[in-house]
């Protein structure tokens, strides 16, 4: 499902800038992320990544699709106006092996079983 959405859309252009900018104590690399919206026109988000954290892997079918980094913050400009989000802060934790295993109870589904349980 992800793969069909990701094939149907144009790849984003990103133009990874040489600016940086601190932030959460990461220093955090510019890049433009130009997607088409419906209309087949340009839209620049402003995104600032690390790429001590994630890769683009990380970021498959997400919003940054293709950004070599994590997000850390981003800039959208709309009809009302500029939005910026920005982490504030991260915490680092150890996670146990356990979280990782499939539960015994697990399913899987069909792309049309679950729109089927979700009413779609």
Known sequence: MILESIEETEPPK????DETKD????T???AEYITLDEYDEEVTT????TEDIGSPSMNFGGQF???????MEYIMQTDEGTITFSVSALKSKKIK????LI???YEELSPEQ???MFGG
Do not use: Q, R, S
């Open 14 to 17: 990103i133009v990874y800038l």
């Open 97 to 100: 092996d356990t979280e990782f």
């Open 65 to 71: 699709n293709g950004l070599i980094g994590y997000p």
């Open 23 to 26: 932030i959460a104590g990461y």
């Open 46 to 49: 402003i995104v600032y990544y």
């Open 114 to 116: 679950v729109k089927e």
């Open 28 to 30: 955090c690399k510019k």
């Open 103 to 105: 539960p015994t109870d």
